[in-house]
Every structure is written in C-alpha cells, then in structure tokens.
C-alpha cells in the first residue's frame, strides 16, 4: 500500500507562515427541501473580516454551503430591515422565506465591534417570534470566527443538529515543483478554507493526520531521517516530539476517545499489525496477529473496539476487535474494496472507502443491516474523515488533473468541492468540536 512505501528523506523544517494554497468551498448539489432564510446585510457593517468578507456574507456562505438552507438573494429582497419592528411577516411570507437574520455591528474603537444579531421567524403571519437574540465583542481579526460561531448558532436553531462551521481540517498540500524536490505541507485550515496556517514543511512525505480528541495537537507520519515515524504536534506552539520509530512501518495513528492511547500499525514481527500505544508510558499492546496486512485502526466512540481494514479474507475488508472479548469480527461483505473506516457518533454506522463495480467511492454501511449505500463515486475519492456531527464527510478526490478535497453529506444529498489554487491536496483530517 502506498503509505508504506519507504522513501528517501531530506530535512524538515518547522514553520508557522501563511500557507501557500487555500481552499475555496464550491457547491455542486443541494437538497431540494432546503429551509429557506433571509440573510439581511447588517447596519453599519462597514467592517470586514479577514478575506474582504462582511460578516453577513460570511453566515450567507456558510448556510449556504451547508446545502440545508436556501439563502434568499439579497437582489431579490426589496425589503431589508435592520430591526424587529421592521421585520414586516407578511411580506416574508409571499417570498415563502420562514425565518429572517437582521443585525447590528457597532465600532468600539480601537478596532473592536459589538456584534448583535436577531434570528426572526416569519411562518406566523400574526406575530414576530425571535429565535436567537444575542450580541458579541470581537476584534476585528476575530470576525470571522465569530461569523463562524453565529452560524453554529442559527444552525442548531433551525436544524436541531451542531453546527461545525468553527471546526478545523487538517491536511496535506503536495507541491511538485520542476527541477526542485516535491514539497509536503501539513497544513490546518478553517473547514471553509480560510485562515490556512502550514505547521510543517518537507521535501520528504508526510501523511496519516490525525487529531487528539481535544484539538489541540496532531498526530502524523513523517519520513525524515530515511525511516518512517510517527509525530505528535501541538497545534498552538507548533512543538513536537516523536513517539515511535520502529523498524519497518509506524503508520496510521488514530487517538482514543479519552486521548491517552494511540492505535498504530507497526511490523514489528513482518507485516503489518494493529498496536496500541500509551502516551504517558510509552507501553505497545499488540492487537491482532497473523500473516494478513492489517491497518487503517478507528477507535468505537466508546473506546471499547477498534475498526481496522485487513485482506485476511482475500480482499481489503473491514473488521471490528473487541478489547473486552479480544476476538474479531468481519463488518463488510459487500464490494470488493473497504478501507478507511470509521463509526459514526451512535457507532451504529461506519463510513469508508468503497469499491464493488470497480470505481472507488465513498460509502456508509449500517452496522444493524448491513446495508451499504454509496454517497459519492468518481473513482478516484478515498481518505474519508467524518464531521464531529456525523452530517458530512470530507475526503479527497481528483478534479482537473490535481488532487482536490470535497464534501458529501451522510444522507449523499449534499456535495461540495474544495479546489485547491496551487499543488494537489490529500489526507484531510476533521477536527473535533473546538469550542
């Protein structure tokens, strides 16, 4: 597999500058029940973010790009009230617009802004009910995040389901550069995009992030000093240390709910095999056993199994290890290809890579019936990585002849794509909730 491939190595170099692609969220289907919303542009939103975005046009892409809202064009709007009392229902209503966000931005001085926003619903033709009122001080450097949070916030109000528009995604950006090495970034962004920040720099591969349960720090592989390793990070200082490097293979790391374990793969005794690893002690525990290629560990949200794909069957499938019982299952028996497996929040569902008519695709089985359906097939999607509210995944695919990242809701009703500006890439890693 190719993320054993043992490669040569140069230096890295620890670096915390702007990154040198960024990432634009691009819509390529929707859901036709869309709720529909009135984003009205806020009094005396003179201010913009980071990005030369406003504030509302922020909270208009983000529910947007959700693909559950549908965003009433602000040209169609002849109607745009700044208050409650000019919210007018019944005009709402004739537009078939259920609820309606007015805001407020006033300057602070020393460039600080109190952020006050209203969500208004309008289904009532008689009265006005105010779903959210709330008002917010930020910096200007801090507009966008707060962007961010408010529609978390209208999220959760209208959906009943988290928002994770303040979530981060973790990747690597692969630069091939004429008569130069290949340059590797492990790079973190807000999952719009924005703000991508480059933790690491190599001429060598880096791959397999992944985040501690806190968000806090990464966990990944690095190719340096002509042998496979894995790394820990923290995000904030952009220290490290490694944790292991064993002859052979030290891949796929992936924390433990609780984060004081991490599952690996090592080849300690031949092929590949599935270990435990503590952080505080440093102690292994070898999980499976064997002469098959076991990899790609994910831990139960309850810390009490682990998902891991292995060809002891034949072909690369999915199995489960239960660490009370210590015996294993076999989860997947459709398609010829599942890898790359992960639970979803009720672990009564798994995501993973996918292939059975000889395209790969990204797929959802449910662990009850066993019935798989796909969400999104090119033939070139792989590395899933699930939201924290278990509604999306992003994974990378080919687009234009590069690697590109790109969105699919767990239902496959919603798709979006990412293309990347410079380089291709690859391994995206969402984070935890952050706040």
């Known amino acids: 597999m190719k993320r054993f491939s043992v490669l040569l190595i140069l230096i890295i170099t620890l670096v915390c500058v702007p990154a040198y692609a960024a990432l634009n969220l691009e819509l390529t289907q929707g859901i036709n029940a869309a709720l529909p919303i009135a984003i009205i542009p806020f009094a005396n939103e003179q201010a913009n973010a980071d990005g030369d975005q406003s504030i509302t046009q922020i909270v208009t892409h983000d529910l947007q790009n959700s693909g559950q809202f549908r965003v009433e064009a602000p040209g169609m709007m002849t109607e745009q009230p700044t208050t409650l009392d000019q919210v007018d229902n019944e005009y709402w209503r004739k537009k078939n617009v259920d609820d309606v966000l007015i805001g ?218 239960y660490f009370d019982a210590g015996k294993i299952d076999r989860v997947t028996f459709d398609g010829n290809y599942n890898a790359r497996a992960s639970f979803m929040p009720n672990d009564q569902g798994i995501i993973m890579m996918h292939r059975e008519t000889g395209l790969f695709g990204i797929a959802r089985e449910n662990l009850d019936s066993g019935e798989v359906d796909v969400l999104a097939q090119t033939g070139s999607d792989e590395s899933p990585s699930l939201s924290p509210n278990g509604k999306m995944v992003i994974y990378a695919t080919q687009y234009g002849g590069r690697g590109v990242l790109a969105l699919v809701s767990t239902d496959g009703r919603v798709k979006l794509r990412l293309p990347a500006r410079e380089g291709s890439v690859r391994e995206p890693a969402w984070s935890p909730y952050l706040n």
């Open 104 to 321: 407020q931005v006033k300057s602070l001085g020393n460039q600080q802004y109190r952020v006050s926003f209203q969500l208004v619903s309008t289904v009532d033709a008689a009265a006005k009910t105010t779903l959210l009122n709330l008002s917010f001080d930020a910096p200007r450097s801090g507009l966008r995040a707060l962007a961010h949070h408010m529609s978390d916030l209208i999220y959760q109000q209208l959906t009943g389901a988290r928002g994770v528009f303040s979530t981060k995604v973790a990747y690597v950006l692969v630069q091939r550069r004429r008569h130069q090495p290949t340059k590797y970034t492990l790079e973190v962004s807000d999952i719009d995009g924005f703000n991508p920040r480059a933790l690491l720099v190599s001429t060598q591969p880096l791959m397999s992030p992944t985040w501690s349960p806190d968000g806090n720090s990464l966990a990944y592989v690095s190719f340096e000093g002509h042998q496979a390793s894995i790394y820990l990070q923290n995000i904030a200082t952009a220290q490290r240390q490694k944790l292991t490097q064993y002859p052979g293979i030290n891949g796929a790391p992936a924390f433990s709910p609780d984060g004081k374990q991490l599952a690996l793969v090592l080849t300690l005794t031949g092929n590949p095999k599935i270990y435990t690893y503590s952080l505080d002690t440093g102690k292994l525990m070898r999980i499976t056993n064997g002469y098959s290629i076991d990899t790609e560990p994910a831990w139960a949200k309850d810390g009490k199994s682990l998902l891991f794909t292995s060809n002891r069957g034949g072909s690369p499938q999915i199995y489960r290890y």
